[in-house]
């Protein structure tokens, strides 16, 4: 009986490890989800976004509502107000793919958002069907908000820049004055909101609202994206450094549509 | 068939309510708290593994954590089950502690891997974050339960 315990507790403790062993391997590393995996992720998110029509259809009910309870002046003035923010977020998209003329842009609606709490993640309805790759850069109006880390066939997985660690790092710029200062964006201050630069040369001059932009040499963002403006500069603890802090441009909390961007010749 | 239910609409719901908002929905491990008082012990178990698998390919493109998260969640669910009355005051302190359970053992693996960077606010935030709105969702899971099940009786 006492040997048949042991047994079970050694079985127990080797799933354990097995499923722990397993999880680091899928999470560390960039990995092709398997076919089994994509094809069950395809069906669950259908599913999902089946279910998910009728409460679309009541929110924009909600919405419409809302509208109709206003008197007109109430109504125009909104109207207003809402196409003026609607041409100034074109405005801004038009600017954005200007600047990226070596990129087309696939616009897709988030059907998910990070789920599981401590993954940054956000999913789309669209995948390889639609010419989306892993490692392609994902931008809102606002300018850059991560990457895309899986695909399906018809959906995508994007890593939000407030995932920013080790593993996860992006090279950008500032521009302050007539110079710019290259740099690299290596994490994200939860508490303050803000992106964190490190290294930057203590004898280097930079402007608070100084705009930053990516510059296009880690290969994966492309050149000229807007991440956000410095909001603070701290000097390091051997006043041999400077870390500067970044104000993202765009929230990553409230994202219902973005364009994922692919190379021209890709 | 809650579990599924909740499965599906943690989805759903989730594309309605900001990221870093108080309202940070956990249906599924919210459903396992309730289920696994009404439901048979060998189901709820293997549902738990089933749906920990689902979890784990559908919404963060891993494997393993949830299933065994979810497992040994509702192991130590029915344990507790076992030996408490059914009221809603326990299936609240329960379902409080099991939300706590699941973000610091989750946070803590993830901390273990490096994939997180140790910061105590960070896991406060996600306590404050997490538990009105899935202790609302506990509520109406519980009374709905009840009901159908006085109505069987």
Redesign the interface.
């Known amino acids: 009986m006492k040997k048949k315990n042991k047994y079970t507790i050694l079985i127990i403790i080797g799933i354990?490890c097995?499923?722990?062993?397993?999880?680091?391997f899928?999470?560390?590393k960039q990995r092709n989800?398997t076919f089994i995996?994509k094809s069950?992720?395809d069906i669950?998110?259908f599913?999902?976004n089946t279910?998910?029509i009728p409460?679309r259809f009541a929110?924009e009910k909600i919405d419409k509502k809302t509208v109709n309870q206003n008197d007109k002046y109430r109504e125009l003035e909104s109207n207003y107000k809402e196409k003026e923010k609607r041409i100034k977020e074109l405005e801004q998209l038009l600017d954005l793919k200007n600047n990226l003329s070596d990129y087309t842009s696939i616009e897709a609606s988030?059907?998910?958002?990070?789920?599981?709490?401590?993954?940054?993640?956000l999913?789309i309805d669209k995948g390889t069907s639609s010419g989306i790759k892993e490692d392609m850069a994902v931008v809102t109006s606002k300018g850059l908000i991560g990457k895309i880390?899986?695909t399906t066939k018809y959906y995508s997985?994007v890593k939000l820049l407030t995932s920013l660690?080790?593993s996860f790092q992006i090279s950008v710029k500032i521009t302050s004055e007539d110079h710019e200062i290259y740099g690299v964006l290596s994490?994200y201050d939860?508490?303050k909101q803000v992106f964190q630069m490190d290294g930057i040369s203590e004898n280097t001059n930079i402007l608070e609202n100084s705009i930053v932009t990516t510059t296009g040499l880690d290969s994966i963002f492309p050149s000229g994206i807007e991440i956000g403006t410095v909001s603070s500069i701290e000097k390091d603890h051997f006043d041999l450094a400077q870390t500067v802090f970044v104000k993202p441009s765009g929230?990553?909390?409230?994202i219902?549509y973005v364009s994922v961007l692919r190379r021209k010749d890709s | 068939m809650i579990i599924i239910i909740s499965f599906?609409?943690?989805?759903?719901v989730?594309?309605?309510?900001?990221?870093?908002?108080m309202f940070?929905p956990?249906f599924t491990l919210i459903s396992f708290v309730v289920a696994s008082y009404y439901y048979k012990e060998e189901i709820i178990l293997k549902m738990s593994f089933i749906i920990g698998l689902?979890?784990d390919?559908?919404?963060?493109?891993?494997?393993?954590?949830?299933?065994?998260l979810f497992y040994s969640i509702v192991y130590f669910l029915l344990l507790f089950h076992k030996k408490l009355k059914n009221n809603f005051f326990n299936f609240l302190w329960i379902g409080i502690f099991t939300i706590g359970f699941y973000?610091s053992m989750?946070?803590f693996?993830?901390l273990l891997?490096?994939?997180?960077?140790f910061?105590a606010?960070?896991l406060l935030?996600?306590f404050k974050?997490?538990i009105l709105f899935n202790v609302i969702y506990l509520l109406v899971m519980y009374s709905m339960e009840e009901i159908i099940h006085r109505k069987k009786r």
């Open positions: 354990i097995l499923l722990l062993v397993l999880f680091i899928t999470i560390s989800l995996e069950v992720k669950s998110l599913t999902t279910i998910g409460f929110k988030v059907i998910n958002r990070n789920i599981g709490y401590w993954y940054q993640q999913t880390v899986a997985t660690n080790n994490g939860t508490k929230s990553c909390d409230d219902y | 599906f609409l943690e989805g759903i989730s594309n309605y309510i900001p990221i870093s908002s940070f956990l689902l979890y390919i559908t919404y963060t493109n891993t494997l393993g954590l949830h299933m065994l973000l989750s946070y693996i993830l891997i490096g994939y997180l960077e910061d606010f960070l935030n996600a974050n997490c």
